[in-house]
Structure formats: C-alpha cells, structure tokens
C-alpha cells in the first residue's frame, strides 16, 4: 500500500482539473523514519507524524491510535486550507478519513485494496478480524465513491458489504519500471551462477510468508518438479520464511530449497532478471501487484488463477495461470515452462510490452484525478 500510495501521489501531483492543479497533502506517521516534512515535487508535500514514547504494542490498537494522530494533524491543516478531497487507503487510515469528512463536510474516496473477509478466507474468527471487518464495512458505506483495484475486488465489495455498484470505479494499481535493472549481460551471469552454480533452473516466491499467499502449496508442488527437473532449485523470499523449512523437510525437499529470508527491493528486481520464473501461488490476491513487477523486469510468471492476478496474467499469453490449492497445477505449469524455452521467451516479452502500456503510474493517477474531479463537482451542487 505504501507503494502504491509513493507511485500515485507524485503522478498526480500538477494533473489539470476544472479547479486547477492538484496538489496532494500526503499524512502518514514516521514509524518508519524519514522527514517530518518533505517537498516530493511542487505540487506533493508528504508530512510524517512522530509516534509518543508510550503506545500500543499490538498491531489493531497501533492502527487505532494512529487514525487519532493523523485525524488531529489533519484537522490542523484543514483549517487553514480548501480541501476538496479526502482520500484514504484501508482500514488502516479509515477512522481519520471518516472523522475528517464529518468534520468539514468534505467528501470522502477510500481505495479498498483487500478485506479481511478475503484475507482470512471468509473466517472471521478473531474479534480483531470482526473489528476490521466491521471497520472496512463502515468505511465502505462512508465514503463518496470506492475504488477497487479490480473486477474482483468490486465484486467482493458488492458481495460482501453490499456496496452499490455505481459507488464502485475499478482504477488498477499502477507499475513503475525499477531502476534496479541490471546494466550487464555479465552482471546477470554473475549474479545467477550465485544461486545456480551448476546452471540449475531457478524458481522464485517473493512476498509475505501467509497462508493466503500459498507458499505452503508451491512447497508441496517440489517433490513432482523435482521427479521431473531434479535440477531445479526454489528461492523463498520473504520474511520469517524458514518457518517453512520443516514442511520442506518432511517432503524431503530441504537440499532445492533456499529461504532468503527478508530482501530489499533492489534484491527482489535483480533476482526477478535471472531466475527461470517468479511463482504467485495465492489463495486470495485482490489484485496481484507482485505479478506486473515481475513481468516488467522480464520474467516469467506462473500464477494463480484467482482474484485480481486472473485479470493481469492471461494464461499461455503473458504467463501461465495455475488453478489455486493444486501443487499438480504447479507442477504441470513448471513443465510446461522448461519444456519450451521458446514459448516462455514469447510469453514474457509479451508481458513487459502489455505492463508497460496498461499500468503505467500516469495513466492510474490521470483515471483517479478524473474521478476526484467528479466528486469535487458533484459535492459543489450537493447540499451537506
């Protein structure tokens, strides 16, 4: 999400609309470090809240007392300036962007960009998850307009809260091509010899280390790749990843297996550039993000064939689409992949072409500032 948020603000920062330039107040907390106060361009100004020295611990009433933070800065800055549009992105940000709209009757647009109902398949088991849930429903039925990342998405939002569907605009998320590309034909030999010494095929999971990013499954998938390719070695990145080794290890798969655990940005593009494929073997993916970095840098990508990635990867086209909880799906797709290096040449030089054109950051914000243009123009005529 903060991704997504870093790659739109700055493209929608100066767009022209019936009120003039855009210019974009960005209000997150400095949990993670940075400025207090940073010009990103002329038009987009991100301000960071400092955290007090006694907070929450757990991560639900973290999110709580960041929402009073940031609905309390805000209201500073509201006073002093027209704003036409608040957005926010979640739950996470909700309760300051409902506190916000009430407050000075500005409208609201939220980006839901996954629900707890889908991350937990439908489990609501926690009282944290209903909470969220009861959280993402309000906000749903707050806001102005909802823009879901997806077709999937949308239905989800109908489905399940009941939102109208002319309250719903599908905006994709964007893509903005790394400067991590490696400068050398070189550079890339070395850099795959690193994990594959012995020229073996390399497969790559990048991502979080949750049930419904499948990871267990692609483990599962190993033991029929290896029956067929015993060359081939799988990276797994992502934090706490090794809590998987004892599954790896009972399948008897430890030996093609590396847990890399936690990697930068940088990292992830550079191994996207060597690695044979990046496999997404989710159980639920709002909208697959992961997928267009991977097929932006050039890589082959096997991925499920659910939610939000069915919409980025068309099967035998751009990628190959697996059937979701299926290691044999997996292992008819990696196959599928080795058996002709031609067709997965086709494929993947296909994808950069369609991410490149499709999913551009400009593109993403010149849909979204026509979309606040329009709920800036309604509000003008609306009675509140």
Same mark, same amino acid.
């Given at each position: 999400?903060g991704?997504h948020i870093a790659?739109?603000?700055p493209?929608l920062?100066?767009?022209?609309?019936?009120?003039?330039?855009?210019?974009?107040?960005?209000?997150?907390?400095?949990?993670?470090?940075?400025e207090?106060?940073?010009?990103?361009?002329?038009?987009v100004?991100?301000?960071?809240i400092?955290l007090?020295?006694i907070y929450?611990?757990?991560?639900?009433n973290?999110?709580?007392?960041?929402?009073?933070?940031?609905a309390?800065?805000a209201s500073?800055?509201?006073?002093?300036?027209w704003?036409q549009?608040v957005?926010?992105?979640d739950w996470?940000?909700?309760?300051a962007g409902?506190?916000l709209?009430?407050?000075?009757?500005?409208?609201?647009?939220?980006?839901?960009?996954?629900?707890e109902h889908?991350r937990?398949?439908?489990?609501?088991?926690?009282?944290?998850?209903?909470?969220?849930d009861r959280q993402?429903?309000?906000?749903?039925h707050?806001?102005?307009?909802v823009?879901?990342c997806?077709?999937y998405? !949308? @239905? %989800?939002l109908?489905s399940?809260?009941?939102?109208p569907?002319?309250?719903i /605009?599908?905006?994709?998320?964007?893509?903005e =091509?790394s400067?991590h590309?490696?400068?050398?034909?070189?550079a890339?030999?070395?850099l795959?010899?690193?994990?594959a010494p012995n020229d073996?095929h390399l497969?790559?999971y990048?991502?979080r280390?949750?049930?419904?990013?499948?990871?267990?499954?692609?483990?599962?998938?190993?033991?029929?790749?290896?029956a067929?390719?015993p060359?081939t070695?799988?990276?797994?990145?992502?934090k706490?990843?090794?809590?998987?080794?004892?599954? !790896? @290890? %009972?399948?008897?798969?430890?030996h093609?297996i590396?847990?890399?655990?936690? /990697?930068s940005?940088e990292?992830?593009?550079? =191994?996207?550039q060597?690695?044979?494929?990046a496999?997404?073997?989710s159980?639920y993916e709002p909208?697959?993000?992961?997928?267009?970095?991977?097929?932006?840098?050039?890589?082959n990508v096997?991925?499920?064939?659910?939610?939000?990635?069915?919409e980025?990867?068309?099967?035998?086209?751009?990628g190959?689409t697996?059937y979701?909880?299926?290691?044999a799906?997996i292992a008819?797709?990696v196959?599928?992949l080795?058996?002709d290096?031609?067709a997965?040449k086709e494929?993947?030089e296909?994808?950069?072409?369609?991410v490149?054109?499709?999913?551009?950051?400009?593109?993403?914000?010149e849909?979204?500032?026509?979309?606040?243009e329009?709920?800036?123009l309604e509000?003008v005529?609306?009675?509140?």
């Open positions: 999400m991704q790659g739109l603000a493209a920062g100066g767009l022209n609309t019936t009120f003039g330039p855009i210019q974009v107040d960005v209000i997150t907390t400095r949990f993670a470090g940075g207090p106060l940073e010009q990103v361009n002329r038009y100004t991100v301000h960071r400092d007090p020295a929450p611990t757990d991560a639900y973290h999110v709580i007392a960041d929402n009073d933070l940031l309390e800065y500073g800055l509201a006073e002093n300036e704003y549009i957005h926010v992105h996470l940000t909700g309760a409902v506190a709209k009430n407050r000075f009757k500005i409208p609201l647009v939220v980006t839901i960009h996954a629900t889908g937990q398949q439908g489990n609501l088991v926690s009282e944290r998850s209903w909470g969220i993402e429903r309000e906000l749903c707050e806001a102005w307009k823009i879901a997806s077709r998405m !949308a @239905e %989800q109908h399940h809260f009941g939102t569907y002319d309250k /605009i599908v905006v994709p998320n964007g893509f =091509l400067a590309v490696l400068d050398s034909e070189e890339k030999v070395a795959r010899r690193k994990y073996e497969l790559l990048v991502g280390i949750s049930y419904e990013k499948g990871v267990h499954i692609l483990i599962d998938a190993m033991p029929a790749i290896l067929e390719y060359d070695k799988l990276l797994i990145a992502g706490n990843g090794r809590r998987l080794a004892p599954q !790896a @290890e %009972q399948l008897g798969v430890t093609a590396q847990f890399l655990g936690f /990697i940005n990292e992830r593009d550079h =191994l996207y060597i690695v044979d494929a496999v997404f073997p159980l909208f697959g993000i992961v997928a267009l970095e991977a097929m932006g840098l050039g890589c096997i991925a499920s064939h659910v939610g939000g990635l069915s980025v990867v068309q099967h035998l086209e751009d190959l697996i979701p909880d299926d290691p799906s008819w797709a196959r599928e080795f058996r290096p031609v997965a494929r993947k296909r994808a950069k072409r369609k490149r054109e499709r999913y551009s950051w400009q593109g993403v914000a849909h979204t500032a026509r979309l606040f329009s709920v800036a509000r005529v609306t009675s509140w």
